[in-house]
T-cell receptor, first 116, second 116 residues
Framework: GAVVSQHPSRVICKSGTSVKIECRSL??????MFWYRQFPKQSLMLMAT?????????EQGVEKDKFLINHASLTLSTLTVTSAHPEDSSFYIC????????????FGPGTRLTVL | AQTVTQSQPEMSVQEAETVTLSCTYD???????LFWYKQPPSRQMILVIR??????QNATENRFSVNFQKAAKSFSLKISDSQLGDAAMYFC?????????????FGTGTLLAVQP
């Protein structure tokens, strides 16, 4: 149980276009999902916390107009990178919080974004 | 602010031997969780072990155990009988217990190589 999927796993786009990444909790409901960014050989940096039915909470330094987050249902959150540029190329990981006794976060497999 | 420090960027261990990965953290909270996550080359984050701060007993999961020193704010991971499949990046993480978001704060990671 507690499986989180991400789609797509890889995406290549041209500079200036927008890209949408989906994060789904497959076998549990997640009122809270998290979006992370990971550069090569670096740690996971939290970008934002996504709560179902409300606006996302962004970490300091993350542009909310560039990284649009929508959490429209208890099993789906989306991250849209708007007007992507080469510096947005990175590995994006989502996680979903399960209402277990530990409030465990379960991670998706990640999405590699390459902006040409 | 809470911080997590991993002072060993890289470690190496012989197969079947034991290795210890270090982690220290800084917090003024009394109730929190500590975690070790494994990120293999597939980039999928895998929970290795968790420790609740209020528990004095060190957590153990098969070959993985921790040495939790609350006063010293230290949380090391010991891997016994190392296997080739243990080769991965290991991240120490901290989470405040309770609160609205339960967000994780990650250390910078330790890359573990296992030599046959």
């Amino acid at each position: 149980g507690a499986v989180v999927s991400q789609h797509p796993s890889r995406v290549i786009c041209k500079s200036g276009t927008s890209v949408k990444i989906e994060c789904r909790s497959l076998d549990f409901q997640a009122t809270t999902m998290f979006w992370y960014r990971q550069f090569p050989k670096q740690s996971l940096m939290l970008m934002a916390t996504s709560n179902e039915g409300s606006k996302a909470t962004y970490e300091q330094g993350v542009e909310k107009d560039k990284f649009l987050i929508n959490h429209a249902s208890l099993t789906l959150s989306t991250l849209t990178v708007t007007s992507a540029h080469p510096e947005d190329s990175s590995f994006y990981i989502c996680s979903a919080k399960s209402w277990t006794s530990y409030n465990e976060q379960f991670f998706g497999p990640g999405t590699r974004l390459t902006v040409l | 602010a809470q911080t997590v420090t991993q002072s060993q960027p890289e470690m190496s261990v012989q197969e079947a031997e034991t290795v210890t990965l270090s982690c220290t953290y800084d917090t003024s909270e009394s109730d929190y969780y500590l975690f070790w996550y494994k990120q293999p080359p597939s980039r999928q984050m895998i929970l290795v072990i968790r420790q609740e701060a209020y528990k004095q007993q060190n957590a153990t999961e098969n070959r993985f155990s921790v040495n939790f020193q609350k006063a010293a704010k230290s949380f090391s991971l010991k891997i016994s009988d190392s296997q080739l499949g243990d080769a991965a990046m290991y991240f120490c993480a901290y989470r405040i217990d309770g609160g609205a978001t339960n967000k994780l704060i990650f250390g910078t990671g330790t890359l573990l190589a296992v030599q046959p």
